[in-house]
């Protein structure tokens, strides 16, 4: 069983930063890319970033030069680094990964940013 739980959500001003946590068990995490999600109130889950086995990332438009996405397979854990927070960054984070033919997410962080 896969188990993928997030972490560093919290309140942000504009302009301010944060760092997320994606810790992963019961996958052998370095065979997989990872990816980081995000939903707004009110809004279909869309996609923010990911990263491969490899270390290639890519990255949402919407948050390209603000946002980066990193692992770390020796602790099995992913994170995304997010500068320069802005209003309409706010929504829940979610962690995946596709295993097989299962796709698997975490329970999400708040990441509220808010003047």
């Known amino acids: 069983q896969v188990q993928l739980v997030e972490s560093g959500g919290g309140l942000v001003q504009p302009g301010g930063s944060l760092r997320l946590s994606c810790a992963a068990s019961?996958?052998?995490?370095?065979?997989?890319?990872m990816a980081w999600y995000r939903q707004a109130p009110g809004k279909g889950r869309e996609w923010v970033a990911d990263?491969?086995?490899?270390?290639?990332?890519n990255s949402a438009d919407s948050v390209k030069g603000r946002f980066t996405i990193s692992r770390d397979n020796a602790e099995k854990t992913m994170y995304l680094q997010m500068n320069n927070l802005k209003l309409e960054d706010t929504g829940v984070y979610y962690c995946?990964?596709?295993?097989?033919?299962?796709?698997?997410w975490g329970q999400g962080t708040q990441v509220t940013v808010s003047s």
């Open positions: 995946h990964v596709n295993k097989g033919l299962y796709t698997y």
């Open positions: 019961g996958i052998i995490f370095s065979g997989y890319t």
């Open positions: 990263i491969t086995t490899g270390g290639s990332t």
